[in-house]
Nanobody, 132 residues
Framework: EVQLVESGGGLVQAGGSLRLSCAASEFTFDDYGIGWFRQAPGKEREAVSFINPSEGHTYYADSVKGRFTISSDNAKNLVFLQMATLQTEDTAVYYC?????????????????????????WGKGTLVTVSS
Protein backbone atom coordinates (compact mmCIF):
# COMPACT_ATOMS: atom_id res chain seq x y z
CA GLU A 1 0.00 0.00 0.00
CA VAL A 2 1.35 3.40 -0.99
CA GLN A 3 1.83 5.62 2.03
CA LEU A 4 3.17 9.06 2.75
CA VAL A 5 3.88 9.87 6.37
CA GLU A 6 4.72 13.34 7.61
CA SER A 7 6.58 14.06 10.82
CA GLY A 8 8.34 16.92 12.57
CA GLY A 9 5.43 19.18 13.41
CA GLY A 10 5.03 20.76 16.80
CA LEU A 11 4.76 23.96 18.79
CA VAL A 12 7.35 26.65 18.18
CA GLN A 13 7.65 30.33 19.01
CA ALA A 14 7.53 32.95 16.29
CA GLY A 15 10.96 33.34 14.76
CA GLY A 16 11.83 29.72 15.42
CA SER A 17 12.47 26.81 13.07
CA LEU A 18 11.14 23.36 12.38
CA ARG A 19 11.98 20.66 9.88
CA LEU A 20 9.22 18.52 8.48
CA SER A 21 9.89 15.14 6.93
CA CYS A 22 7.87 13.15 4.45
CA ALA A 23 8.57 9.45 4.12
CA ALA A 24 7.23 7.27 1.33
CA SER A 25 6.60 3.56 1.24
CA GLU A 26 5.80 1.33 -1.71
CA PHE A 27 6.98 3.84 -4.33
CA THR A 28 10.04 5.90 -5.11
CA PHE A 29 10.10 9.66 -5.12
CA ASP A 30 12.16 9.69 -8.31
CA ASP A 31 9.04 9.02 -10.36
CA TYR A 32 6.97 11.83 -8.86
CA GLY A 33 6.83 15.49 -8.07
CA ILE A 34 6.47 16.05 -4.33
CA GLY A 35 4.60 18.94 -2.80
CA TRP A 36 4.07 20.37 0.65
CA PHE A 37 0.68 21.88 1.31
CA ARG A 38 -0.91 23.40 4.37
CA GLN A 39 -4.35 24.11 5.70
CA ALA A 40 -4.91 26.63 8.44
CA PRO A 41 -8.06 26.57 10.59
CA GLY A 42 -10.98 27.95 8.64
CA LYS A 43 -8.97 28.32 5.45
CA GLU A 44 -8.58 26.41 2.23
CA ARG A 45 -5.63 24.16 1.63
CA GLU A 46 -2.78 25.96 -0.12
CA ALA A 47 0.40 24.90 -1.84
CA VAL A 48 3.64 25.76 -0.08
CA SER A 49 6.51 24.21 -2.00
CA PHE A 50 7.36 21.56 -4.57
CA ILE A 51 10.37 19.54 -5.59
CA ASN A 52 11.17 17.19 -8.43
CA PRO A 53 13.49 14.82 -6.56
CA SER A 54 14.95 13.34 -9.74
CA GLU A 55 16.24 16.74 -10.98
CA GLY A 56 16.15 18.83 -7.83
CA HIS A 57 13.95 21.62 -9.24
CA THR A 58 12.24 23.50 -6.45
CA TYR A 59 9.33 25.91 -6.27
CA TYR A 60 7.94 28.08 -3.46
CA ALA A 61 4.93 30.16 -2.64
CA ASP A 62 5.79 33.84 -2.27
CA SER A 63 4.66 33.72 1.36
CA VAL A 64 7.45 31.28 2.29
CA LYS A 65 10.17 32.15 -0.22
CA GLY A 66 13.42 32.85 1.57
CA ARG A 67 12.19 31.22 4.79
CA PHE A 68 11.37 27.63 3.77
CA THR A 69 13.63 25.19 1.96
CA ILE A 70 12.49 21.96 0.36
CA SER A 71 14.96 19.16 -0.22
CA SER A 72 15.09 15.43 -0.76
CA ASP A 73 17.17 12.44 0.21
CA ASN A 74 16.46 10.18 -2.72
CA ALA A 75 18.40 7.25 -1.30
CA LYS A 76 16.13 7.23 1.76
CA ASN A 77 12.94 8.23 -0.05
CA LEU A 78 12.54 11.31 2.13
CA VAL A 79 11.51 14.87 1.37
CA PHE A 80 12.08 17.64 3.88
CA LEU A 81 10.67 21.08 4.46
CA GLN A 82 13.03 23.21 6.53
CA MET A 83 11.04 26.10 7.94
CA ALA A 84 12.79 29.11 9.43
CA THR A 85 11.69 32.48 10.77
CA LEU A 86 8.28 31.00 11.43
CA GLN A 87 5.35 33.36 11.78
CA THR A 88 2.00 32.87 13.47
CA GLU A 89 0.44 32.84 10.00
CA ASP A 90 2.37 29.63 9.29
CA THR A 91 0.21 27.76 11.80
CA ALA A 92 -1.50 24.95 9.90
CA VAL A 93 -1.63 21.25 9.27
CA TYR A 94 1.09 20.48 6.76
CA TYR A 95 0.65 17.72 4.22
CA CYS A 96 3.00 16.16 1.74
CA UNK A 97 1.69 14.74 -1.49
CA UNK A 98 3.05 12.97 -4.56
CA UNK A 99 1.92 13.75 -8.06
CA UNK A 100 3.10 13.97 -11.66
CA UNK A 101 6.74 14.93 -12.24
CA UNK A 102 7.17 18.68 -12.57
CA UNK A 103 8.68 20.21 -15.65
CA UNK A 104 11.42 22.77 -15.36
CA UNK A 105 10.16 26.31 -14.94
CA UNK A 106 6.53 25.45 -14.26
CA UNK A 107 4.54 28.54 -13.30
CA UNK A 108 3.51 28.84 -9.66
CA UNK A 109 0.05 29.79 -10.88
CA UNK A 110 -0.17 26.26 -12.26
CA UNK A 111 1.43 24.52 -9.29
CA UNK A 112 -0.79 26.18 -6.71
CA UNK A 113 -3.86 24.63 -8.31
CA UNK A 114 -2.58 21.19 -7.27
CA UNK A 115 -3.83 21.98 -3.78
CA UNK A 116 -7.31 21.34 -5.16
CA UNK A 117 -6.58 18.22 -7.19
CA UNK A 118 -4.00 16.53 -9.37
CA UNK A 119 -1.82 14.92 -6.71
CA UNK A 120 -1.96 11.15 -6.57
CA UNK A 121 -1.12 10.39 -2.94
CA TRP A 122 -1.49 12.35 0.27
CA GLY A 123 -0.20 11.98 3.78
CA LYS A 124 -2.37 12.55 6.82
CA GLY A 125 -0.59 15.70 7.86
CA THR A 126 1.42 17.06 10.76
CA LEU A 127 0.38 20.05 12.84
CA VAL A 128 2.61 23.09 13.08
CA THR A 129 1.65 25.68 15.67
CA VAL A 130 3.54 28.96 15.87
CA SER A 131 2.95 30.97 19.01
CA SER A 132 3.49 34.71 19.34
Amino acid sequence: EVQLVESGGGLVQAGGSLRLSCAASEFTFDDYGIGWFRQAPGKEREAVSFINPSEGHTYYADSVKGRFTISSDNAKNLVFLQMATLQTEDTAVYYCAAGPPLGYGVSWNVLKTLANGGMDYWGKGTLVTVSS
